[in-house]
């Protein structure tokens, strides 16, 4: 994931994420192969079974990867030329690029300095006459109080979606994130919890948006490939393309995959828990007072545990280049969009807890393997790190 050149680390590198692959996966990617049938099919519809269940909803559309299924989300929400789209700038600029996709405007919100989330007072100030949707974010697997948000909104006409990439296995309000939204997209990149290598998920309520959302994601065609090669819906069906679709399938390679990671999800958020709360009680409770923690109204998967670091810490670049001397991989916090070339000076108002979080924060390792003894290695590799 960097591209810095290689160099040889002073000890061995502890980095930010390994995910948590094995044999199984192994051996469900060859026999998809062996299969003979590695383009959508079988699997992924398992797949898609499979995740609909695990979140609790009743459609669930495999893609592949978070930002084509919010692009496909954009387009479910109605999204397009001259409408806006109230965002986190706090977030990886795939939010707010859908949004771009077609043809909409992204307005950033600031988010609450605890969570990393939009809030209802955040977003409140931005909507005006051509707001047509609020991506809210799950911010490093941190639940965002969806509800609130669209009490707010959702009378006006506007479609909540929930940019669920880091939050497979979050809960809120007692149910995994996501089950309330009406379009809500996750991520099965490498840098997150569940993997497929690259992958995605667009999950919904609604029946004709699920139908729609499939067509869309398969050049817009009125029967699946997968379905017509098995014969379903008779022999000789012939397919018609009513509307302009991508092509964002996700591979049967990639579900086999999917299918054996989403039994393991349950463990592997256990097991970031459990590393989370340690780091809470290795750092002490000043240093610990800056680690991101649950909200009231959930639980997170710490996808991304991120510290802000204490006043009177040295610059974070500093701290960054002292823990890789250690042989530590931190990495600086979330990024904010609007400070990138393509958005640069488009935000409306000031956005100062993002501009704090993402200038003032690190994310500490945090993986299935890591072993205490590694992670004792980190915490006092960070405190060396933070002495002026
Ligand atoms: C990772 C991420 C994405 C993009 O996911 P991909 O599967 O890599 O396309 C979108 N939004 C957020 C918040 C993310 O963290």
Redesign the pocket.
Known sequence: MSSSTPVTPAAPVIPVMIPWLGEEEARAAAEAVRSGWVAQGPRVAAFERAFAEAVGVPHAIAV???????HLAMIGAGVGPGDEVVVPSL?????AN?VTYVGGTPVFADVDPATGNLTPETVAPLLTERTRAVIA????GVPVDLDAIAALVEPRGVTVVQ????AAGSTYRGRPAGAGAAIA?????P??LLTTG???MVTCRDAGLAARLRRLREHGMSVSAADRHAGAGGAGVVETYDEIGYNHRMTDVQAAIGLVQLGKLPAMVARRRELAARYRDLLGPELAAGLVADPAHGTGNF??LWLLLPDGAPDRAEVLTRLAAAGVSARRG?MAAHLEAPYKGTARVPLPATETITARTLILPLYHSLTHEQQDHVVAALKAALRP
């Open positions: 592949s990867s978070c930002t084509t299924a919010l977030s990886f600029i795939a939010t859908a974010v799950d911010q490093g940019d669920a990439a880091c997209a996750y991520s099965f990149h840098r997150k690259e992958g995605g996808q991304s979330i």
